[in-house]
């Protein structure tokens, strides 16, 4: 059984950053691509950001690429990901995600159901 916990949201105000953690435990996530979503009020939840087994290799989406940085550290079975440059259409739950098959074959996916498991959520609100 794999369990997802994030923590490190809050309320923000634009132009600041926040350092979610996603903290893993039943399983080593050595072996498995994490992922970051989002969702925001009435809409869909959407890709953010993922990084590759060995943290090699890292992907984003175009409205965050340059302002969030996902990272990880095997050896704490933790995921992070450093929001800097807040902007108010940021304001979402935010999940980490993890899915083994596609780190088997070295691939980062963005689509909410290749990732097979899911933390809870965190509010991030960032204020105009």
């Known amino acids: 059984q794999v369990q997802l916990v994030e923590s490190g949201g809050g309320l923000v105000q634009a132009g600041g950053s926040l350092r979610l953690s996603c903290a893993v435990s039943g399983r080593s996530i050595s072996d498995y691509v994490m992922g970051w979503f989002r969702q925001a009020p009435g809409k869909e939840r959407e890709f953010v950001a993922a990084?590759?087994?060995?943290?090699?290799?890292?992907t984003y989406a175009d409205s965050v690429k340059g302002r969030f940085t996902i990272s990880r550290d095997n050896a704490k079975n933790t995921v992070y990901q450093q929001m800097n440059s807040l902007k108010p259409e940021d304001t979402a739950v935010y999940y980490c995600?993890?899915?083994?098959?596609?780190?088997?074959?070295?691939?980062?996916?963005?689509?909410?159901?290749?990732?097979?498991?899911w933390g809870q959520g965190i509010q991030v609100t960032v204020s105009s």
């Open positions: 995600a993890a899915d083994r098959e596609y780190a088997a074959w070295g691939r980062l996916p963005r689509g909410q159901y290749d990732y097979d498991y």
């Open positions: 990084i590759s087994a060995s943290g090699s290799s890292t």
